[in-house]
């Protein structure tokens, strides 16, 4: 009996994956991508809405399945695409996320120092060297260095099936249905002019809904002020312990060297110890890190930690321009009073953060449009869409609750 050539998942969202075997089993069965397995897609949102569990694994799988549809799609319309290519996309969307640290963004630059994309750059490379040499196209892909730059566009864009799948999956295990898309009639109406991806004319109602997902998926979820305030105090209570050198007993052993020891090693200086410390953490050290935090003999860290564990979250504030020194001051005087601590720690706790988010940038690597009547044209010329290029900025301050 013939044994089957491609793994079959089940998923939530697209029903059955089929991923053929070879590399890309192989890679997905790797320890870098199994690793995503235990890093929560939505960081902290869980906070707010229970069943944003979901992890980076099932996000990546996900977008493997959509450019897997979008290469299917475009090479029935005629559009030549070779199966090195084809592969090397796959490859390219499987592992853009495996740069990701615990809780994805969350603790992007408080314990990680280097940002997820050049993490997951060299962890391909890394991975390059294991598979000699195989993933060299999957890199120029992901690095935009490819001639045929749709393939980076899938990949990476204002229009994804990055964005694609993480709004689908995340308004389905948020509950929050305002985010979802028609996917499957914005990925059928793709085509290529001139090496680039051109969308069809009666797409642009659904690109449009599509923004609009985005920028409600933004406010709403990504951006949630209880998750936004968990953030923040678990971002501060990893700078007091990288302050605190009788913390070394209670930190889990994988985050030795983001808290206490990339000072003396480096960071991207020495590429070699950075993935050999990174490879061991996810979220469950965080979590671990939390449960010993409440017996710290430093009491600002057990006060943390115990917020976080228990869900007792500080007060936040908005404003729509900054807040004036005399309004921090005065919360911050009433921490130190509260909570009997130090001004160089009631800084720390009452900070001011800037929030800005802008569903489209006009500027950058434009969605274009093939018309009828008038060619190829972007699609800030096809539609009105200053609701979604503008700026929104916002700003918020945590403010601990008195005992």
Not at 322 to 328: G, Q, R, V
């Amino acid at each position: 009996m013939p044994t089957n050539p491609v793994k079959i998942i089940n998923d939530p969202i697209y029903g059955f994956i089929m991923v053929p075997k070879g590399i890309l089993t192989d890679l997905m069965d790797h320890p870098w991508f199994q690793r995503l397995r235990r890093i929560k897609q939505l960081g902290l949102s869980h906070f707010v809405y229970p069943g944003a569990v979901h992890t980076r694994f099932q996000h990546a799988l996900g977008a493997f399945h959509l450019i897997t549809k979008s290469l299917e799609a475009l090479k029935l319309k005629g559009y030549k695409i070779t199966p090195e290519e084809m592969e090397a996309a796959q490859i390219a969307i499987l592992l853009h996320d495996v740069g990701h640290g615990p809780f994805s963004h969350v603790l992007e630059h408080s314990l990680v120092p280097v940002d997820h994309e050049n993490l997951t750059l060299l962890i391909m490379q890394d991975l390059n060297k294991e598979f000699n040499g195989a993933l060299e196209l999957a890199i120029q892909i992901f690095q935009k260095k490819y001639p045929k730059y749709f393939l980076s566009q899938l990949v990476s864009s204002q229009l994804d099936v990055d964005r694609m799948d993480y709004l689908n999956r995340d308004s389905f295990f948020t509950g929050v249905a305002e985010g979802t898309i028609g996917y499957d009639r914005i990925l059928n109406m793709m085509g290529i002019d001139n090496e680039r991806l051109v969308f069809e004319e009666k797409a642009v109602l659904s690109i449009e809904s599509y923004l609009s997902a985005r920028r409600l998926m933004y406010w709403q979820v990504y951006m949630h002020k209880t998750s936004l305030m968990a953030e923040h105090m678990l971002q501060v209570l990893l700078s007091l312990c990288k302050l605190e050198a009788e913390m070394v007993p209670l930190a889990p052993k994988g985050l030795h060297y983001f808290l206490y020891e990339k000072k003396q090693k480096g960071n991207l200086e020495d590429p070699a110890s950075l993935l050999n410390a990174f490879k061991n953490i996810d979220d469950n050290d965080i979590e671990m890190l939390l449960k010993n935090c409440i017996h710290s003999a430093d009491k600002l860290i057990a006060y943390l930690a115990n917020c976080l564990l228990s869900r007792k979250f500080f007060k936040i504030i908005y404003n729509q321009s900054n807040f004036s020194n005399e309004l921090i001051t005065q919360y911050r005087e009433q921490t130190e009073t509260s909570l009997l601590i130090s001004k160089t720690h009631s800084s720390k706790l009452v900070y001011e953060n800037p929030l800005e988010f802008q569903a489209y940038n006009p500027f950058e690597d434009e969605i274009m449009i093939q018309t009828k009547s008038s060619g190829i044209i972007k699609l800030s010329e096809a539609i009105t869409i200053d609701h979604f290029t503008k700026k929104e900025l916002k700003y918020f301050l945590g403010i601990p609750k008195e005992n």
